[in-house]
């Protein structure tokens, strides 16, 4: 199916596969604040079990940003795996069943499946699918591990120019700059000769 409302009754006892991409603003609900990520492919199959509804798959896509400390855009993928349940109405059956506190809903939320809810004979997985990436936003964009940033005087970007600011705390080694500039600072005696 290519699309993220599954009618209930087209949907096959064995199941049914979806494999849907979408843009962010078909998936983000009114008043939210923008993601900013790219074409989200959603794959998967979904299948009633027992009255009700299990989907599992895989959302897949980026997360278009710019780095923390060199400011440059950037785009981190990700892929998150789905393992969803689907009910009929918003009893705490089921809630028990995974067997967790509801006060511990992040608990449960990492053990079980994520919960979603039957609504005039569709399942609609674009909620989900939202919640899942709103998650799964990262705590920080670095766009490479040894990104060395701007320059705190002139706000040069350090991965593309030397700007010269700071010649004196900057070894020009990228990976080993910063620990050796903190080394020197501290003892200035061993500064290290950076003359170029
Ligand atoms: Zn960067
Ligand atoms: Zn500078």
Known sequence: MSTLVVSLSALPDA????????????LRPQGEPELGVTAVRVQGVL???????????ALTGAYGSVCDRCLAPMASAFRIEAYWVFQHSA???????????????????????????VAGG?????????????????????????????????GANLNE??????ETQDSGSPSGGRGLAKLAEMFPDLKPKVEE
């Open 15 to 26: 199941g049914a596969s979806v494999d849907c991409t979408l843009e962010e603003g078909a």
């Open 91 to 117: 009893s705490s059956e089921l809630l028990d069943v995974w067997g967790e506190d509801d006060d511990e809903a992040d608990e449960r939320d990492e053990d079980g499946p994520r919960l979603g809810y």
């Open 47 to 57: 299948e009633p079990i027992g009255g009700e509804y299990l989907f599992r798959g």
């Open 161 to 166: 120019t030397e700007c010269g600011c700071q």
């Open 122 to 154: 569709e399942i609609d997985l674009a909620p989900l699918v939202w919640e899942e990436l709103v998650l799964g936003y990262p705590a920080k964009f670095i766009c490479r591990e040894d990104c060395a940033g701007l320059c705190m005087a002139c």
